[in-house]
Structures are given as structure tokens and as C-alpha cells.
């Protein structure tokens, strides 16, 4: 992800969605980070859980690996946004004795966000690293087996609709229909969870072994909002929402 130098930032307004700005971490609460100037920042290329979340010990993990790691620190905040919800939504750079690192790492190697890739195609694989770092530790929200749900328990799956989620499983079934790949985790495809992907996106994948004629009964992890299509869907935005964990010889 790439930000402003820190030479380059400005003292603005904390409402300057425009403009890089400097703010403190004051708490992290239901999704957001809370800051000094009163912004409530969504940082790009991870989720935070929020409180609506069916396990409540994994947004309470989360939060107090976010406050232990972040309370306090200066956040050089980068250009952003601002969503429906009046939340910014932005990259920055956190400040550490060990100098300035990205927001969206810190979070994740202290375990307290979900890695988002699709946010950010170009920097999946930073992502991902920093969240296998954190889940390798069993740190934050890693502490709990529920952070990574089993596509096999489709009424888990099902109790996270409208919520991101990291689910694995192992792929029975792939096909393509009206220019979606399909992922099926079950034999039941109306009843079973699913992942869908747009075909294009998948033709595109560069990694070797992710064609759909050889992902069935590969061990994949996959991430995104779960949807109720007949059974709990998640569809991926882009191919960087799958990753394969174990690929079938």
C-alpha cells in the first residue's frame, strides 16, 4: 500500500477525508479504530470484527490485541474516504520505536483483523503473510478456533450472513455457470456453503494449480461477506480472496 512520505504530511482538519493528517489511537471498538480528532477510521486492506459477530469472544480477542498493540501510537493517516456509516476509510502508516510501519500489518501480526486482499489485489501476499504470522502465534482473535470457520458446519457459516468471514474447506465440486465459477464444499449445492467467482477473474489466476478442472479436492481457505443463496455463499471479489492451503496430487 503505498502512502505519504511522513515529511509530507499536514496538520489539517480531522474531518479532511482529502488530506493526510496525524491522529493518535484512542481505542478500538466494533469495527473501527477510534482517534483522537474523533474519526472513527476503517483501515484499508483488513476487517475488523465487529460486535455483531455470533462468537463474542472473537471481536473482544480482537479489540484488546488492537488496544494493546495500537493505544496510544501516532497514525500518519493517508488520503481517504468516508462511507455511509460517517466512518473514514483510509490507509496509514502507525508510528512504532522501531519506526513507521503500515497500519493494516500492524494489525494483523498483533491479531487483530482479518487480512483482506481483495481491498487490496496488489499487496495480497503482504497481507496474508502478516495474517499467517499472527495465526501461526495464536494471537488476538487466533486464539479461538472460530476465527476460521469449517465450510462443513453450514449452520456456522450460516449464523455469519452479512458478516466477512475466513472459511475452509475442502472443494467437492467446481463449475462454471453464467460467467461464475461455483465452489461447492458440500454434495447438496441448494443446501451446502458455496464460494463464487466471476470466471474472468479466475481465467486470470497466476498461480499454478487454481484452473477449476483441478481445484476439486483441493483444501482452500476462502473470505468475504457470507450472502443466503439456498445455503451460505461468499462471493469473492477477486481471486486474491482464495488461497490454497493443500492442493490435490
Known amino acids: ?25 484512542m481505542g478500538v471498538r466494533d469495527g473501527a479504530l477510534l482517534l483522537s480528532g474523533g474519526v472513527r477510521l476503517v ?59 503500515p497500519l493494516a500489518r500492524a494489525l494483523l501480526v498483533a491479531g487483530a483483523a482479518y487480512a483482506d486482499p481483495a481491498a487490496v489485489p496488489a499487496c495480497a501476499e ?18 479461538s478456533a472460530a476465527a476460521r470457520l469449517d465450510a462443513a458446519n453450514i449452520a456456522a457459516v450460516a449464523d455469519h450472513v452479512g458478516l466477512f468471514t475466513l472459511v475452509a474447506g475442502r472443494v467437492r465440486a467446481a463449475n462454471e455457470t453464467r460467467g461464475l465459477l461455483y465452489l461447492n464444499f458440500g454434495p447438496r449445492w441448494r443446501e451446502d456453503v458455496t464460494a463464487t467467482l466471476p470466471a474472468s477473474r479466475a481465467a486470470r489466476m497466476s498461480r499454478p494449480g487454481l484452473a477449476p478442472a483441478i481445484l476439486p ?18 462471493a469473492l471479489r477477486t481471486a ?10
Open 217 to 234: 479436492g483441493t483444501f482452500v481457505d476462502v473470505r468475504g461477506v457470507v450472502n443466503q443463496e439456498g445455503g451460505p455463499m461468499l
Open 126 to 143: 503482504d497481507l496474508r503473510a502478516a495474517e499467517h504470522e499472527a495465526r501461526a502465534a495464536r494471537a488476538g482473535l487466533w486464539a
Open 1 to 25: 500500500m503505498t502512502l505519504p512520505a511522513l515529511d509530507e504530511a499536514v496538520t489539517a482538519p480531522a474531518d479532511g477525508v482529502g488530506q493526510a493528517t496525524w491522529q493518535q489511537v
Open 43 to 101: 483501515p484499508k486492506g483488513v476487517v475488523l470484527p465487529t460486535r455483531l459477530n455470533p462468537e463474542a469472544e472473537i471481536p473482544a480477542l480482537a479489540e484488546a490485541a488492537g488496544r494493546a498493540a495500537l493505544v496510544g501510537r501516532t497514525l500518519q493517516l493517508a488520503p481517504g474516504e468516508q462511507d455511509r456509516h460517517g466512518r473514514r476509510i483510509a490507509d496509514a502508516l502507525v508510528l512504532t520505536p522501531q519506526g513507521a510501519v
Open 240 to 249: 486474491a480472496a482464495l488461497e490454497i492451503e493443500e492442493q490435490v496430487r
